[in-house]
């Protein structure tokens, strides 16, 4: 299993921005799809945010327009970048991989967003 870790998070004012990175320990060229996932206190894990090996990319109704998912395979690494944030974006985010998102897989600590005036 790939090890990752979240960075990024803090807090920020409605309609501010911030760059989320998760840092995989080893390749990620053979992983077809990564996400990016948040969980507000009280909710369900969502899907935020989705991108395959291709580049190609899905997101959550909510955040469409306002999110971007990247990776660069050669750094190993996936980035969200967060713009016109919202009050009900705060969450904690999570990067994983599509399918131990599916399959139940194991979660690691994630990086807190918090957005409030």
């Known amino acids: 299993q790939v090890q990752l870790v979240e960075s990024g998070g803090g807090l920020v004012q409605p309609g501010g921005s911030l760059r989320l990175s998760c840092a995989a320990s080893?390749?990620?060229?053979?992983?077809?799809?990564l996400g990016w996932y948040r969980q507000a206190p009280g909710k369900q894990r969502e899907l935020v945010a989705t991108i395959t090996s291709g580049g190609s990319t899905n997101y959550a109704d909510s955040v469409k327009g306002r999110f971007t998912i990247s990776r660069d395979n050669t750094k190993s690494t996936v980035y969200l970048q967060m713009n016109s944030l919202k009050p009900e974006d705060t969450a904690v985010y999570y990067c994983?991989?599509?399918?131990?998102?599916?399959?139940?897989?194991?979660w690691g600590r994630g990086t807190q967003v918090t957005v409030s005036s």
């Open positions: 080893r390749s990620i060229f053979s992983i077809k799809t």
């Open positions: 994983n991989t599509e399918n131990a998102y599916r399959r139940g897989g194991s």
